[in-house]
């Protein structure tokens, strides 16, 4: 069973990337536990280097550095997150939805990008993991910008509000915390497969072989994402995109 987790939270008014500094940080030798929160991310990353779009005051910005012990499928630690923050939103009220692997959408559009990244020992083990997430709490002033304005939304329609940021930011940490504590169990799993939002929908995914459509037909216990082509064949994708059809 995983260690207690505490958080040691710190904050920054501005930074390239929270998981970036906290990735530097970790290799120094920070402890489990340390969070980087920013009100605005210069240089924002999402997976497969696309830029997540952080500008000042209207979003949480925040990396959490762990350490884990026990052995865990690659995907565990996004997948954990993922239902933290689901979690956190059915607090506010906020019905979500969850994008394998990484996404969450309210009213069918991005309102959070989950980004998982690590190093390993050569026995296979953690040496850290630094999960970075970034919410999209309120509408930026003027707009989402126009190549993401019709993909992109808010969680709250209120205008920025730094006593509903802290709320936020510290419910979801407890839901980080309370799941982490019990791995490498993973009570969160049936909730993030409730909560998926691609099933029985055509896809496109990767493969060794290319680029396959195929119907997304559920998770595995190992948080990979089962496709069904037209062959009959279900393949278990474990990484890189996937683009709903």
Known sequence: MQGPLQFELHTVESVKSTNTSVKELAKAGAPEGYVLVASQQTNGRGRMNRVFFSP???????????????PLPPAALTCMGAVAVSETLDRFQVL??????????????????ILTEGAFAPDGSYQYAVIGIGVNLFEPVGGFPDIIKDTATAVFSSEQDEALRRSFLQKMLQRIKFYYEQLPETPFLPLYRERQMIYQRSILFSDTDGIKRGIAVGIDDSFRLLVKTSDGAVHAVERGDVSVL
């Open 56 to 70: 000042k005051g209207t979003g949480l910005y925040c990396s959490v550095l762990l350490r884990p012990t026990v």
């Open 96 to 113: 979500s939805r969850i994008k394998w692997v990484n996404d969450i959408y309210v009213n069918d559009k991005k309102a959070v990008g």
